[in-house]
């Protein structure tokens, strides 16, 4: 039987990206404890690791496919091939982004006053290339962890780290002098399984329903019943991916229509709607949009 090796990241994605999957159609059961979750889908094997290592399995062949971050691609180098952009993330669903930060008190404020100072992240090959490329001198140090605390105790001068929403960053009392990069989820594959047939057509199969669940996020679908002396009005209401869809109801002067809408809108149109003549308003989720 037909076997794809797939790579699922340990850590804050991990839970966002299981969600994802039981939006495109597959089901995860992770175990405690366990690196091997369950699958509902017999050309599945799991496998859970950190987003830092996926890249690696990947090129080595260990995982025939993965989800990882476009930052750790990059800081490994990696040539694996690059399936998929997925922007999503636990809080904001839009990329992360990685941060030149410095106490809230620092002389610092700009890139060039960080000549000769200490930086600590866990991004050390990314940030050298972009210091390199300046031409500024800095001495680089791996941190394992609570990178913003570097700055805090005096163990280094400024840090880069990766942030949403800065939250983390100002409740460290830090302050962002510049940006580095941005970062999002990304589905890569390693290149023999690419150009093995069967494991690419999975691959992109997988890909197009997490992309397509992606693509549902916060849109629902609207139907209505709508009298034909209203239908114009109705229509010029509606925003919709292309057009809305109208048919005819059986033996009557009165039309179905349906369409597909932001869901930060509905609160405010439905009303609208209502009062321009719809009736039967049906709101319903959408697990894709293909």
């Known amino acids: 039987m037909?076997?794809?090796?797939?790579?699922?990241?340990?850590?804050?994605?991990?839970?966002?990206?299981?969600?994802?999957f039981e939006k495109a159609g597959w089901l995860i059961k992770p175990a405690a404890r366990n690196y091997f979750p369950k699958i509902d889908d017999p050309e599945l094997d799991c496998s859970i690791c950190r987003p830092q290592e996926?890249?690696?399995?990947?090129?080595?062949?260990?995982l025939d496919a993965g989800i990882t971050g476009k930052d750790w691609t990059q800081e490994n180098g990696s040539d694996a091939v690059i399936v998929a952009d997925l922007i999503y993330s636990k809080v904001s669903r839009k990329p992360t982004r990685w941060v030149?930060?410095?106490?809230?008190?620092?002389?610092?404020?700009?890139?060039?006053?960080?000549q000769g100072k200490k930086i600590a992240t866990e991004l050390v090959n990314v940030t050298k290339q972009f210091f390199e490329s300046k031409k500024i001198d800095v001495d680089i140090e791996f941190s394992w962890g609570a990178t913003?605390?570097?700055?805090?105790?005096?163990?280094?001068?400024?840090?880069?780290?990766?942030?949403?929403?800065?939250?983390?960053?100002?409740?460290?009392?830090?302050?962002?002098?510049?940006?580095?990069?941005e970062s999002n989820t990304q589905l890569i594959a390693n290149k023999e399984a690419w150009n093995h047939p069967w494991k690419r057509q999975k691959i992109e199969n997988i890909s197009t329903l997490l992309l397509g669940a992606l693509n549902a996020d916060r849109i629902v679908g609207l139907k209505m019943n709508v009298d034909e002396k209203y239908l114009d009005s109705i229509v010029e209401l509606l925003?919709?991916?292309?057009?809305?869809?109208?048919?005819?109801?059986?033996?009557?002067?009165?039309?179905?229509?349906?369409?597909?809408?932001?869901?930060?809108?509905?609160?405010?149109?439905?009303?609208?709607?209502?009062?321009?003549?719809?009736?039967?308003?049906?709101?319903?989720p959408l697990n894709k949009v293909i």
């Open 2 to 20: 037909n076997l794809l090796k797939l790579g699922l990241p340990k850590g804050s994605l991990e839970k966002a990206t299981i969600e994802l």
């Open 54 to 62: 996926m890249s690696r399995y990947i090129e080595s062949g260990m």
């Open 148 to 181: 913003e605390a570097k700055v805090v105790s005096g163990l280094a001068d400024a840090v880069v780290e990766v942030t949403e929403t800065e939250s983390t960053i100002r409740a460290h009392g830090l302050r962002i002098i510049h940006e580095l990069m």
């Open 100 to 114: 030149i930060a410095v106490a809230g008190d620092s002389d610092i404020k700009s890139l060039e006053d960080l």
């Open 239 to 284: 925003p919709s991916l292309n057009a809305p869809t109208i048919a005819n109801l059986y033996q009557k002067k009165w039309y179905s229509v349906e369409t597909v809408v932001s869901e930060d809108i509905v609160r405010d149109l439905i009303p609208r709607l209502i009062q321009a003549g719809a009736e039967g308003i049906i709101e319903y």
